[in-house]
């Protein structure tokens, strides 16, 4: 019994290993809130962690940006989508910018959305 004890500790340990190997994925996310006409671009080292904080914070009332915490309070949780719009893959090479990249992806998808984002930053209280 202490060799199958023994061969799953050392199991989880690997496991636990290639776990904390594995990078966040890293990507472009959009926030909107229809009924207030806002709509917020990012990019994030860790875009599903960061998006969870967004909706947190604004669950929270903690929201950094005044305009989507203003629109959360009067429209609710509903009226809000939030989106992963791209991501950036993993390269085998070491020496590959991924900030860059994500800045570069980042430049491609305020210029695809350039009219959205001009109609929230005519909004009431907007501001890409």
């Known amino acids: 019994m202490t060799v199958s004890l023994l061969l799953s500790s050392q199991a989880?340990?690997?496991?636990?290993?290639?776990?904390?190997?594995i990078s966040p994925p890293l990507g472009i996310y959009a926030v909107r809130c229809e009924a207030a006409g806002l709509l917020r671009l990012?990019?994030?080292?860790?875009?599903?962690?960061?998006?969870?904080?967004l909706?947190?914070?604004?669950?929270h009332g903690t929201a950094r940006d005044a305009a989507l915490a203003q629109a959360w309070a009067r429209h609710g949780?509903?009226?809000f989508s939030f989106?992963?719009?791209?991501?950036?893959k993993?390269?085998?090479?070491?020496?590959?910018?991924?900030?860059?990249?994500?800045?570069?992806?980042?430049?491609?998808?305020?210029?695809?959305?350039?009219?959205?984002l001009q109609a929230a930053a005519c909004a009431p209280g907007g501001q890409p």
């Open 90 to 116: 993993e390269r085998v090479d070491p020496d590959f910018d991924y900030e860059a990249e994500l800045q570069a992806l980042l430049a491609l998808w305020r210029a695809e959305l350039q009219p959205e």
């Open 42 to 53: 990012g990019a994030s080292r860790n875009v599903d962690g960061t998006l969870n904080r």
């Open 12 to 21: 989880r340990r690997a496991r636990v290993q290639d776990y904390k190997q």
């Open 83 to 88: 989106a992963v719009l791209d991501r950036v």
């Open 55 to 59: 909706r947190f914070e604004l669950a």
């Open 77 to 79: 949780a509903e009226a």
